[in-house]
């Protein structure tokens, strides 16, 4: 299982708003059960098959394109473990743990 953060930067929109890109990305995750997703104030992280993953990257990008944005850039991180499995929720208790 994959974590994933996503941070979509539309490009040449004439404003330092980005806020509608973001409900849009946010609806594309709605409408989907595959993959969990948690928006945060820098981005959204997604957790699950990273092909799925991959596949909801692209919708999102194109839900920017379609809103009439010539340019898209995009920051990934992926965090994609296979000697044990991770979750948002078990990444966050391990830094607590720690505390």
Not at 8 to 14: A, D, F, I, N, R
Not at 60 to 72: A, N, T, Y
Not at 77 to 86: I, L, Q
Request: with cysteine; glycine share 6%.
């Amino acid at each position: 299982m994959a974590v994933v953060e996503l941070t979509v930067c539309p490009l040449g929109t004439g404003t330092t708003s980005a806020s509608k890109y973001v409900a849009g990305a946010q609806k594309v995750l709605a409408d989907q059960d595959k993959v969990k997703y948690m928006l945060n104030p820098m981005g959204t992280v997604m957790e699950g098959n990273i092909d799925e993953i991959f596949a909801l990257v692209r919708k999102i990008q194109e839900d920017v394109f379609d809103k009439g944005v010539d340019r898209v850039y995009s920051i990934i991180k992926v965090d994609d473990r296979r000697d044990k499995v991770a979750s948002m929720e078990q990444k966050l208790a391990s830094v607590k743990s720690k505390l």
